[in-house]
C-alpha cells in the first residue's frame, strides 16, 4: 500500500509540475522572440539634418532628433555583439524628449564618422553654437 501511495503522488507531482516547468521554459522563449521581432522593425533613417527613430511591436513609435542637438557619442562592442557584426552607438543630445538615444543593432560601420560630419555640417548651417 505505501509503494502505490507513493507511485500516485509522484504521478500527481508530475501532472501538476510539467506545466509549470514548461511554462517556465516558455518564458525566456517568448521574450527572445519579443526582442528578435523588435528588432527587426526597429529602424533609424539619418538624413543630413535629422535621425528618424522607427520602433515598437504593439505600440509602433516614430521619433525625430535634429542633427544639431546631438552633443556626443559612444559607440559599445561588446564580445556578443563582435561576433554577430553589430554595435550600439549611444547619442548625448540636449533634445528634451530624448536626451540619451541609444541605437541598438547597428551593423558595424562608419555610421559614428558620418553622424560627426553631419552634425558639423547641420551647426554650421543653422548657425547653431553649444555654450555650457
Known amino acids: 500500500m505505501p509503494t502505490t501511495l507513493g507511485i500516485l503522488i509522484v504521478v500527481l507531482a ?44 504593439f505600440n509602433y513609435k516614430t521619433d525625430f532628433l535634429e542633427m544639431y542637438r546631438i552633443k556626443d557619442f559612444a559607440v559599445e562592442r561588446p564580445l556578443h555583439l563582435r561576433i554577430f557584426g553589430i554595435m550600439h552607438l549611444t547619442l548625448a543630445t540636449s533634445d528634451n524628449s530624448h536626451p540619451i538615444l541609444r ?30
Open 14 to 57: 508530475e501532472m501538476v509540475l510539467i506545466p509549470y516547468v514548461l511554462w517556465m521554459a516558455a518564458v525566456p522563449f517568448l521574450y527572445a522572440a519579443y526582442r528578435g521581432v523588435y528588432f527587426a522593425i526597429l529602424r533609424y533613417e539619418v538624413s543630413q539634418y535629422q535621425i528618424k527613430y522607427y520602433r515598437g511591436v
Open 103 to 132: 541605437m541598438e543593432g547597428i551593423p558595424r560601420s562608419n555610421i559614428p564618422d558620418v553622424i560627426r560630419q553631419l552634425v558639423e555640417r547641420a551647426r554650421k548651417d543653422k548657425r547653431v553654437y553649444e555654450v555650457d
